[in-house]
């Protein structure tokens, strides 16, 4: 007998997303983005996700805010934060 999948409700949904704290990490540092992609290139992924790590300029906006008031449909937006100015993407969460 095969298994039904149970969609979540939208409030069951954003209860659950809220429990896990998504904050924006702020801009990256000139000149970072170029030697990020240089150690990816390399496969020095490691040293690439530090090297992000350290270059950002920490901004700290809760982006559960955008990301759960949009549609939660299970596509991938954009998001631009509204504290720094960054643009990102994420995949929203899916709910009936
Ligand atoms: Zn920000």
Redesign the pocket.
Known sequence: MATKAVLATKAEVIAREKAVRRT????LAKGAREKINQLLSGGKDEAARTLDESSRQR???DLNEIFLTGPLDGEIHKYK?P????DGTYRAALAV
């Open positions: 924006c990490r702020g801009p901004c700290g906006h934060c504290s720094c100015g960054v």
